[in-house]
């Protein structure tokens, strides 16, 4: 499986730490190009300390990650299944070193050498944990993609989560890092899925890929 996620707005600033070096990255050769053109006019980054991705992304959806307290094994699978969208370095595994930045996606720079990038990945289940501003830059095969959706259920009202939807996709995206064994399909997705939360599975049709809902109730 890989996990697509957003990066967050808030992020850590180190204070120390090795500057960025671009051939470290992950994606290295098919990004370079696309990250030398987005840090052009940015060039202090070239110099600021740099830290892990998941240091360096302090929102909800990566506290609710909890990187310091996974275990070992966790970890190894959660740097193998994570790919992070970035708007300034295209897309990062979680232990890349990245200075802290500000940035706004531009679809234009990114999803041609994003799609290169991350359509050699050879995976048969794509969780699609990215906010629509990120969604643009890359679309996986709609036949193994699902996208997941929040939804607030009270009584019969059922209502979208915006803000805190990242808090429950870093749930999700915890739990599936902590498995032994990664879902290859949808179904079997939705069935881990169901074990923590009350969910809905709707298939791909046409365009659209699978949307697993996770259904949170209030009273």
């Not at 990566?62 to 070992?72: C, G, I, V």
Request: aromatic share 8%; net charge positive; with cysteine.
């Amino acid at each position: 499986m890989q996990i697509l996620l957003p990066p967050s707005e808030g992020k850590h600033i180190p204070d120390v730490g090795p500057a960025l070096k671009l051939s470290e990255l992950s994606f290295a050769a098919p990004l370079l190009h696309a990250r030398k053109i987005s840090l052009g006019d940015d060039p202090t980054l070239v110099r600021a300390p740099a830290a892990a991705a998941h240091d360096i992304y302090s929102g909800v959806l990566y506290s609710a990650l909890d990187w310091e307290t996974l275990n070992a094994a966790s970890r190894t699978r959660a740097n193998r299944s994570v790919i992070i969208i970035s708007a300034r370095f295209g897309a990062l595994r979680l232990t890349d070193r990245i200075p802290t930045y500000k940035a706004r996606i531009e679809n234009s720079v990114w999803r041609e050498p994003v799609t290169a990038a991350l359509g050699a990945i050879k995976t048969p289940l794509w969780i699609d944990c990215r906010s629509s501003t990120y969604q643009q830059v890359f679309k996986p095969p709609v036949d193994r993609t699902v996208a997941v959706r929040v939804f607030k259920q009270t009584g019969k009202h059922r209502i979208v989560i915006t803000h805190m939807s990242k808090h429950y996709r870093g749930l999700l995206a915890r739990m599936l890092v902590t498995q032994s064994r990664a879902p290859k399909a949808p179904q079997e997705l939705f069935e881990v899925a169901a074990t923590v939360f009350d969910c809905e599975l709707t298939p791909s049709k046409k365009q659209d890929p699978w949307f697993l809902d996770l259904i949170i109730n209030s009273s």
